[in-house]
């Protein structure tokens, strides 16, 4: 009876997780006041973004959320984010680049609140792998008063690397139900003091 039921909620997980990360609510290209890259910044997302601002001008502003790399980065990944070739502005657009903080997608929506303070933005394009629109879509919004528009990519995960975006991606939903706020954090990966 009881691997029955852990069959069933395991199944029921699984389902959920299908509906909600592998087929979110993707918004189509549209002219926005910035393109808000979330980190990492792999050659996969930065080409999308590049695509989107430099060949189809959805905005003249690319901001670049360049997160350390990880431990389990290859090093390929890791002298492509420290080279940062990204950053460099091209064709009349202004990039900006930042180290999100805390080092989270809430740590992006925090920046993205700031500059869209500084800067009078009303709409913004936000660019993420499809396993994570309906999450970064929750977080940024609780930050950006707006008009978020979400773009994704598309990895084609399967198997594993499908599991484990499935619990990352849940574990994240339960931080953010923990956190409701904007800047609200967890103990033990707090804000750095300005």
């Not at 009881?2 to 990360?21: E, F, G, I």
């Not at 918004?27 to 930065?46: F, Y």
């Not at 959805?58 to 389990?72: C, E, G, K, R, Y």
Request: hydrophobic fraction near 40%; proline fraction near 9%; charge should be negative.
């Amino acid at each position: 009876m009881v691997l029955t039921v852990l069959a069933l909620l395991a199944a029921l997980w699984l389902a959920v997780c299908h509906a909600v990360l592998d087929s979110p609510r993707v918004d189509p290209p549209a002219r926005s006041d910035a393109l808000l890259v979330l980190g990492p910044p792999d050659p996969t997302r930065i080409e999308y973004a590049e695509d989107l601002v430099y060949h189809q001008h959805v905005a003249d502003t690319l901001v670049i959320s360049t997160p350390d790399a990880q431990p389990f980065d290859p090093p390929e990944m890791v002298k492509y984010y420290t080279a940062r070739s990204f950053c460099e502005p091209r064709d009349g657009v202004e990039v900006i680049c930042f180290k999100p903080d805390p080092s989270t997608t809430q740590g992006e929506a925090i920046k993205l609140k700031e500059l869209s303070e500084q800067r009078g933005w009303d709409t913004v394009t936000a660019v993420t792998f499809t396993q994570h629109i309906s999450r970064s879509r929750l977080i940024l919004e609780r930050c950006y008063p707006g008009e978020l528009r979400m773009a994704a990519v598309d990895f084609q995960l399967s198997g594993r690397s499908l599991f484990t975006q499935y619990l990352h991606q849940s574990a994240g939903y339960v931080k953010a139900w923990l956190t409701p706020g904007c800047d609200q954090q967890l103990p033990g990966n707090p804000k750095s003091a300005d």
